[in-house]
């Protein structure tokens, strides 16, 4: 981060930001913005009040994650492929609230050089949202710097399936033959094919469950959980996971420079 960027964040997040190892930064950081409605029920307000400050926090963890440096990509689990279940009323908000948004926050995109795009079935969402979408993803197509990935109407099963039709079609029509079809290739059908691996998947209030989001990119993620609230999740909240991810004995199913067994031997798994 420059000296100037970091000077713009309160005592303790500056404090924090000295404490990181720039060498171990994660470059893909992806969020399952969960607590919301809880965060409003306990101030006696509609849930859409929660998804608004939602925003607002959504807001300054883009800037951050962008200004911070050694952060590539991150990813925000926004409306999942379940949450047409919601009432009526909340989902025409949440439709409302993304419109506003990607309305207000393009011209800063570009400004700053980040790249917004999608993961997840937006031809399912209503036309002014896809319009919205794609004028915001056609103004940021050559930013470079970052990138905004949201997950809109996003399921992981479904991101499956439809790699998985798309291989089937391939096969069936001679693109591809089934020997040189391997784990990369596969991974080249899902949504997230020109992203970076995904490091680090944050989820805010508590619940320790993945929710359908990026099962097969969390293969060797690190997964950190907090019990804050999203609207009370903020860069020092942030920082603190990504110091305990630079913690981690990342391995892969390898070995550490670490002195210990693993294997079939002790009975350790990788
Ligand atoms: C989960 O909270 C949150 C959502 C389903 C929506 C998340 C959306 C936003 C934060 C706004 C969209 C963001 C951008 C950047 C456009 P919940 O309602 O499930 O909370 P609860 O579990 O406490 O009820």
Request: aromatic share 10%.
């Amino acid at each position: 981060m420059t000296l100037a960027r970091l000077h713009d964040w309160p005592a303790l997040v500056q404090k924090k930001v000295q404490a990181l190892d720039p060498r171990r930064m994660p470059r893909h950081i992806a969020f399952i913005m969960d607590g919301n409605g809880r965060w409003a029920r306990m101030r006696h307000r509609r849930r859409l009040m929660g998804h608004r400050e939602g925003i607002k926090t959504a807001k300054s963890i883009i800037r951050f994650c962008h200004d911070v440096g050694g952060i590539d990509c991150i990813t925000l689990f926004a409306f999942s492929t379940e949450n047409w279940k919601r009432p009526k009323l909340e989902i025409a908000g949440l439709m409302m609230l993304l419109k506003y948004f990607l309305r207000r926050e393009t011209a800063e995109m570009v400004e700053n050089d980040i790249r917004f795009r999608t993961i997840g079935r937006i031809d399912e969402f209503p036309g002014f949202v896809q319009r919205e979408l794609h004028r915001t993803m056609e103004a940021t197509a050559n930013c470079k710097s970052f990138t905004l990935n949201i997950a809109l109407n996003y399921g992981a099963r479904r991101e499956i399936l439809d790699a998985a039709l798309e291989l089937h079609r391939r096969l069936a029509e001679g693109e591809a033959r089934r020997e040189q079809v391997d784990q990369e290739y596969f991974e080249k059908l899902l949504y997230t094919a020109d992203l970076p691996p995904l490091d680090l998947l944050i989820r805010t209030s508590g619940e320790l469950r993945v929710s359908n989001f990026m099962l097969w990119q969390i293969a060797y993620a690190e997964l950190y959980v907090t019990p804050v609230l999203w609207p009370d999740f903020g860069p020092s909240e942030l920082l603190d996971a990504i110091l305990d991810y630079q913690n981690r004995d990342r391995r892969f199913g390898g070995l550490s420079g670490r002195p210990h067994v693993q294997g079939p031997e002790s009975g350790i798994p990788g």
